[in-house]
């Protein structure tokens, strides 16, 4: 990922040194580009819809992948559409780290529910995991419960666990006799204990990389909780 960025931030050295007529080409090469990998993408979804699990998430991890190349794309080309008349260098640099960790923060208005800090606690006591950590992962995974809980490749309830994952760490944690991932304090529970099944004290950042496989992920929830921390005191 960090050699595309660094093809992208030479490739705009280039554009800004030889003239905005040159960036024209340059333009319609990252525009062909994000659209290929976009054709990807679907084609990736369409084969999700019939999937195994094991399959189904494969193809979610390619689809990541491709999800973060597109974005590095777009954002080549908010560059040379709308470049900063100062400052050039800084300013890509700017973009670049911009771009990077702008998700490791929550989001402008968005806080996490008091009503569910008892629960992240509770389950984070219970497994020894941070509670910030919990609540980062909700945040990330359905906007606390607020957005709709079932995900294009089949990852459901308040947490987005894959059904087979949660048959294997979901847990009865509201003792209503029944294991649900749409139970939101059994779907809080459960992800605590995959995150301690996964070593998350001898090594927190591969147990939340185990949640999803993706460095930025790990950085996207370490950074909200790193927010939620500073911002609970």
Request: some cysteine; aromatic content about 12%.
């Amino acid at each position: 990922m960090r050699k595309l960025f660094v093809c992208v931030f030479l490739l705009l050295i280039v554009v800004f040194e030889f003239g905005f007529a040159n960036a024209q080409t340059d333009l319609s090469d990252l525009v062909a580009a994000k659209k290929d990998v976009e054709q990807q993408r679907a084609t990736i979804k369409d084969q999700i819809k019939t999937g195994s699990d094991h399959e189904q998430v494969k193809l979610f991890r390619k689809d990541t992948k491709l999800s973060n190349y597109a974005a590095a794309y777009q954002k080549a080309i908010d560059l040379i559409q709308a470049p900063e008349k100062s400052k050039f260098g800084e300013s890509i640099v700017q973009n670049y780290a911009s771009f990077s960790f702008s998700v490791a923060k929550l989001q402008p208005g968005e806080k996490v529910p008091r009503e569910y800090v008892p629960i992240y606690k509770g389950a984070g006591q219970k497994y020894n995991v941070d509670w910030q950590v919990l609540a980062a992962i909700h945040s990330i995974e359905t906007r606390f419960s607020s957005i709709k809980m079932v995900s294009p490749v089949g990852a459901i309830g308040h947490m987005q666990f894959m059904p087979a994952t949660f048959a294997a760490y979901g847990v009865d944690a509201n003792g209503d006799g029944q294991t649900s991932p749409w139970d939101l304090t059994d779907a809080i529970y459960s992800a605590a204990r995959y995150l301690s099944a996964n070593n998350y004290k001898s090594n927190l950042r591969k147990a939340i990389w185990h949640y999803n496989h993706a460095d930025w992920y790990v950085n996207d929830v370490l950074g909200r909780a790193q927010s939620i921390k500073e911002s609970s005191g």
